[in-house]
């Protein structure tokens, strides 16, 4: 029962905390653009790498 004085608390103050930081979250804008994370992988802007050898590595001209 002494036992529950302790945990209480404790889990009072965590679940403030999680409160305050999901609050954080909201008012520093990590919830505003929810499908740019979903559009922006089908987006194919990586710069072409060169010519690959037939092991499937990119050739760096050398040795």
Known sequence: ????????????????????AFVWALRSGQF??????????????DEPQGPRNPEGRASDGGC
């Open 1 to 20: 029962m002494s036992g529950l004085l302790y945990l209480i608390p404790i889990a009072l103050f965590l679940g403030l905390l999680g409160l305050a």
């Open 32 to 45: 505003e653009d929810l499908d740019g994370a979903a559009q922006r992988i089908l987006l194919d802007d």
